[in-house]
């Protein structure tokens, strides 16, 4: 850990942008261990089998046809910062199209700049994998990416006192049900970014576009919620320990940690999950899954906010 280097790096930021992104993963950088990426005998292949096997499995429950990376990446935490700026700057780019400079835009870039290098470092420290659909990807034409940080995974399966394998299956099952979705419904990467940009552009005007982070709100609500639907389905063996003792973690965080959660936007995330998980539960009680998988057919089966809270509204609505 470098402060030293990370301070003169938000320093020196420059350029014409709200942020100099370089910078900013530059000073990250220097403040996060990158971990180490010195693999064991077989864990390359014991991910991949993991993930082979969490798409098979996945797709027997939902009846859901899709596919995931032809490979996937084992990434340090500085791996991951640079797999991930492209993303940031993609989403910040339609702010900065919109906000005027102002009278100091020097000054406002490098404190800029050092906020995102302070988020960039907390994620880079804490996330345990990802997958990257094509919304906020750099290039429309890249193919997906299926990220696994492998020094958070077992950071955290030691904190947690649990087995790192079984803890990286867990993770791999995960983000594959991410996939899923994202396969299932190849407009959702298109409707979440559109719902973003008109919510952000009415910001810029000085005014609230409800109605588009309602949307944004809801849908990834669903996405949270029908990950969580797929796991208890799919994964093969107990997980509940796993997420009480994440849960647990997350509540023992220190006044710092958890402001950064707030300022991420975590919080509201675990909210989703809670939410959409009770919506598909109470669907699938009344239903089955091939019904809860009604929600992909395209952006007008996605449930209202009201129907989110009453999914025997939904119920009626679409399946008939």
């Given at each position: 850990?470098?402060?030293?280097?990370?301070?003169?790096?938000v320093?020196?930021?420059?350029?014409?942008?709200?942020?100099?992104w370089?910078?900013?993963?530059?000073?990250?950088?220097?403040?996060?261990?990158?971990?180490?990426l010195?693999?064991?005998?077989?864990?390359?292949e014991?991910?991949?089998r993991d993930?082979?096997?969490?798409?098979e499995?996945?797709?027997?429950?939902?009846g859901?046809?899709f596919?995931?990376?032809?490979s996937i990446?084992?990434?340090?935490?500085?791996?991951?910062?640079?797999?991930?700026?492209?993303?940031?700057?993609r989403?910040?780019?339609?702010?900065?199209?919109?906000v005027?400079?102002?009278?100091?835009?020097?000054?406002?870039?490098?404190i800029?700049?050092?906020t995102?290098?302070?988020?960039l470092?907390?994620?880079?420290?804490?996330v345990?994998?990802?997958y990257?659909?094509?919304?906020?990807?750099?290039?429309?034409?890249?193919?997906?990416a299926?990220?696994?940080?492998r020094?958070?995974?077992?950071?955290?399966?030691?904190k947690?006192e649990?087995?790192?394998?079984?803890?990286?299956?867990?993770?791999a099952?995960?983000?594959?049900?991410?996939?899923?979705?994202f396969g299932a419904?190849?407009?959702?990467?298109?409707?979440?970014e559109?719902?973003?940009?008109?919510?952000?552009?009415?910001?810029?005007d000085?005014?609230?576009d409800?109605?588009?982070?309602?949307?944004?709100?809801?849908a990834?609500t669903?996405?949270e919620g029908?990950?969580?639907?797929?796991?208890?389905?799919?994964?093969d063996?107990?997980?509940?320990?796993?997420r009480r003792k994440?849960d647990?973690?997350?509540?023992?965080?220190?006044?710092?940690?958890?402001?950064?959660?707030?300022?991420?936007g975590l919080?509201?995330?675990?909210?989703?999950?809670?939410?959409g998980k009770?919506?598909?539960?109470?669907?699938?009680?009344?239903?089955d899954?091939?019904?809860?998988?009604?929600?992909?057919?395209?952006?007008?089966?996605?449930?209202?906010?009201?129907e989110l809270d009453?999914p025997?509204?939904?119920?009626q609505?679409v399946d008939?």
């Amino acid at each position: 850990m470098n402060l030293y280097r990370s301070a003169r790096a938000v320093a020196g930021a420059s350029g014409d942008d709200m942020i100099d992104w370089q910078s900013a993963a530059d000073a990250a950088k220097a403040v996060t261990e990158p971990g180490s990426l010195e693999l064991e005998p077989g864990e390359r292949e014991a991910f991949a089998r993991d993930v082979r096997e969490a798409r098979e499995a996945i797709r027997t429950v939902s009846g859901v046809d899709f596919d995931v990376p032809d490979s996937i990446e084992i990434q340090n935490r500085h791996h991951w910062m640079d797999a991930n700026i492209a993303t940031f700057e993609r989403v910040m780019g339609t702010l900065e199209e919109q906000v005027p400079a102002g009278a100091f835009p020097g000054v406002a870039r490098t404190i800029n700049t050092g906020t995102m290098t302070v988020l960039l470092a907390f994620l880079g420290r804490n996330v345990l994998g990802q997958y990257d659909p094509l919304l906020l990807a750099n290039d429309p034409e890249e193919t997906h990416a299926l990220y696994f940080v492998r020094p958070n995974i077992l950071g955290a399966a030691e904190k947690l006192e649990v087995d790192a394998n079984r803890f990286r299956r867990w993770i791999a099952f995960h983000e594959v049900t991410h996939a899923a979705e994202f396969g299932a419904a190849p407009w959702l990467s298109d409707h979440l970014e559109e719902r973003m940009e008109e919510g952000i552009a009415k910001l810029s005007d000085g005014s609230l576009d409800r109605a588009s982070f309602q949307e944004l709100d809801a849908a990834m609500t669903v996405v949270e919620g029908y990950a969580e639907l797929l796991m208890d389905h799919a994964f093969d063996d107990e997980y509940a320990d796993l997420r009480r003792k994440l849960d647990a973690r997350r509540q023992g965080r220190g006044p710092l940690q958890k402001l950064f959660r707030r300022l991420l936007g975590l919080g509201l995330k675990e909210r989703q999950y809670e939410r959409g998980k009770h919506f598909f539960e109470t669907v699938v009680e009344n239903r089955d899954l091939e019904t809860a998988a009604l929600v992909w057919e395209g952006p007008e089966n996605l449930p209202t906010q009201d129907e989110l809270d009453a999914p025997t509204m939904w119920l009626q609505r679409v399946d008939r």
